[in-house]
């Protein structure tokens, strides 16, 4: 090789060999985002079909990969970590489960703020994981954050009805009926006009507030209310 061209051979070599490391890394992202996707999408799948382990097994595959591709703070990490603690939550794992969530709460919330609508939502699972725990004061405290929200943001919903049916929960699980019983009927009228009378939620709410009722020595009532949740659940 003539000196000219070894010596320009020399010069662009650097060049090329970081054009191709690049390439390599791209190479590398683009099969990692294929990966998680792949074991994203078979989370949701395996928790419909009762397959609880295969569901937890391809949620922490998903983190790991998030992790690795993407960054502790991405939104697809936010999305696994989200992913695991619904499959940890589904086979009774509440403490790990709430351990998840946060992780996947600061995230949201940095991207977009606590008040955003989707935040909530992160809150309302918190919550759920929460009272499992039977820590109803911490519990009731996160309700009363998503309420206002899903109110400001879905008015008369699905949402907002499960909201005010485990804000009863908790206000009942505390000893506080008085305060249950009010929450707990909104919550029936809401989830009647959006779900229809014969709605599974409908029953689960009927049960609370009959458990509420008789606290309150309001045993015909309380009766009535059962009778109509025993009739939707048969």
Sequence with gaps: MPRA?????????????????????????????????????????????????????????????????FGADHRNTETSLANLALALRFRGKHEEAERHYRGALAIREKALGPNHPS?????????????????????????????????????EDPKTATTL???????????????????LRRALAMKENTLGPYSPSVAHTLTNLAEVLDELGKKDEAGKMRLRAAAISK
């Design 119 to 155: 935040t909530a939502l992160l809150l309302g699972n918190l919550a759920e994981v929460i009272q499992a725990q039977r820590r109803y004061a911490e519990a009731e405290k996160l309700q009363r954050r998503v309420l206002p929200i899903f109110e400001k943001a879905y008015g």
């Design 5 to 69: 061209a070894h010596r320009r051979c020399r010069r662009y070599a650097p060049a090329f060999f970081a054009v191709v490391a690049f390439g390599a890394i791209l190479a590398a992202a683009h099969a990692g985002e294929a990966i998680w996707k792949a074991l994203t999408d078979q989370v949701v799948p395996h928790i419909t079909r009762g397959e609880l382990g295969q569901a937890e097994r391809a949620a922490r595959q998903a983190l790991a990969e998030a992790r690795k591709t």
């Design 165 to 183: 049916n485990n804000l009863g929960a908790a206000l009942r699980a505390q000893g506080r009926h008085k305060e249950a019983e009010p929450v």
